[in-house]
C-alpha cells in the first residue's frame, strides 16, 4: 500500500474518531464512528489481513452501528444543548488522562526491537510457505497448497483453518457465548407484566 | 516507508481518543461507543504486529483468530449493553450518566 494511502485512511479513522468523542448529537457520533469502522477496515486490508477487513465492515461498520442507531432513534435522544452543564473537570481530567497515555504508547512502540520494520523488511514468502504446507503430510490442504503455489495469499481459508483446527473448542465457547447473550437480551428487554413498572 | 511503528501510533490514538470519551462525556451510548472504538484499537495493534511477525513465510494467524474472538465477543458485549441501557432508560427515562445514582453513598 502506497505511504499517501496509509496516511489517508489513518486519517480518516482518526479523524471520524475524534468526531464520535466531540459531537453533539448522538445520531452524529454513531455515524462517525461507523465511517471510523470502515477507515480501519482499509487498515487492515493494507496489512493483508483480507478476512478481519471483512469481517471488521459486516460486524462492526454494519450490523453494531445499525443496532446502535436503532436504539438511538427507539430512545428519541435529542442533542446535547449547547453550553449546558458542560463537566468540565471531567473533560479536562480526560484530555489529560487520553494525552498521556498517548504519549506513553508512542515511546514505548519506538523502543520495540521490531518496530522499524516495513511491509518490505517483512515479506511473505508464499513459495516458502507452500513448501512447509505440502511437508505437513495428513494435514495438508490441497487449496491452500495451490493457492500458494500461485502466488495468492489463501488469507479466509488460513484463518478458517486455524479456527477450525486450533482453535475448534473456543469457537464453540464463542458460539455458547452468543446464545447466552441472546438469551440475557431477551430475559432483559422482557416486560414483566404483574410487575409494578419501577 | 510505513513502519510497524506507526500501525501502532494510530492505534494508541485511536484506544486514547476513546479513553477520553469514556471519562469526559455524560451519554452512555457515546461512551459505549468509545468502549467499542478503544476494542478496535486493540485489534488494529494485534493485526500489526500478526502481519509483521511472518512466521514460514505467512502472517502469524495466531493474532488474528484472538482478532476474530475479540469482533465476535464484542458484538455480544454490544447486544447486551444496549439491552441494559434500554431498560435503564425505562426507569430513568434519561441516558445521561449523573441519572444513574441510586448506589450513591
Known sequence: MPPLLFYLFALITLGFGLNVVIARNPVTSALSLAVSFVGLAALFLSLDAYFIGTLQVLVYAGAVMVLFLFIIMLMDIKAEVLGGRANLSAMVAGVLVAAILAVQIATVSGRLSQSEATLQTAPLQLSEAAKSWEARGKQNLPTISRDLKAGNLPDAKLMGETLFSKYAFHLQMVGLLLLVGTVGVVALSKRDKEASPS | ?105
Open chain 2, 1 to 105: 516507508m510505513i513502519t510497524l511503528n506507526h500501525y501502532l501510533i494510530v492505534s494508541g490514538i485511536l484506544f486514547s481518543l476513546g479513553l477520553a470519551g469514556v471519562i469526559s462525556r455524560r451519554n452512555i451510548l457515546i461512551i459505549f461507543m468509545c468502549l467499542e472504538m478503544m476494542l478496535s484499537a486493540a485489534n488494529l495493534a494485534l493485526v500489526a504486529f500478526s502481519r509483521f511477525n511472518v512466521t514460514q513465510g505467512l502472517p502469524d494467524y495466531t493474532a488474528q483468530a484472538l482478532v476474530f474472538f475479540t469482533i465476535t465477543v464484542a458484538a455480544a458485549e454490544v447486544a447486551v449493553g444496549l439491552a441494559i441501557i434500554v431498560a435503564l432508560f425505562r426507569t430513568k427515562q434519561s441516558v445521561e450518566v449523573e441519572a444513574v445514582t441510586k448506589l450513591h453513598g
